[in-house]
């Protein structure tokens, strides 16, 4: 499932491609991949004529912001946009189609068929599912180390699925999680509020560093993720431990463990990252 990293790098690559650009039409070849409003059909008559002002990102959820609406497109696990001439044939699981004035197109196509666009009066969709409860933004300037102590102070959640829930932090994934992790010497099965301020500190540092990196890279591209022009991430190459389940740890040299945490497979490097039995406390 693409994570922060990915979604930021399709946001900027769609944003050089369609920002400006008109609705003629929409069409729609697979109505469940719109949840609002019910009917494609007024899906598609709602955007006509719309021209998209900007492209933006709220943790990894797609927006497209317009004249009148916004657009919250999440691409789930295999979803992706392209842009085409209309003249190019139509690919298989190509679902969702936005044909615009100047005679190109942007295509929605996802395999597995989970992906989800929500259409809302310009300015509400912040105030409505899916985003309304949606925490911090890692990339954004009010994601400041006392926001994120605030956020995990005296909770007795293990870390790891804690980071994984984005009522609290958005826009990590499994990848991420375990990298950062991994960077702050951190198991991710300790009890959030177990963790001192200086443990804090560092996984507040590592989430930076890692996100950084990953959106420079322009994501990971582990399973099938490639941005809007086609292009794959290359921050698997730089990743520490996630996918390398019995190889030597960088630092180390430790052989790196898998197991499942929160139903999620899990990187760990044993000696870097040790289970330490500590009382909760609030940073």
Known sequence: MPELPEVETVKRTLSQLVVGKTIGNVTVHLR?????????????????????????RRGKFLRFLMDNYTMVSHLRMEGRYGVYDSKDPLETHTHVVFHFTDGSELRYKDVRQFGTMHLFPLGQELEEQPLKKLGLEPLDDAFTLEAFKSKLAGRSTKIKPLLLNQEYIVGLGNIYVDESLFLAGIHPEREAGSLSRQELASL??????????????GGSSVKSYVNGQGEIGLFQHQLKVYGHKGE????????????????????????????????????
């Open 32 to 56: 469940r991949i719109i949840q609002r409003p019910e009917e494609p059909l007024e899906f598609s008559m709602m955007l006509q004529g719309e021209t998209i002002r900007s492209v933006e």
């Open 248 to 283: 030597p740890c960088p630092v180390c040299g430790a052989h790196i463990e898998k197991s499942v945490v929160a139903g999620r497979g899990t990187h760990v490097c044993p000696n870097c990252q040790p289970l330490k039995k500590q009382r909760s406390r609030k940073a």
């Open 204 to 217: 507040y540092e590592a989430i930076l560093s890692t996100l950084n990196d990953a959106v420079a890279a």
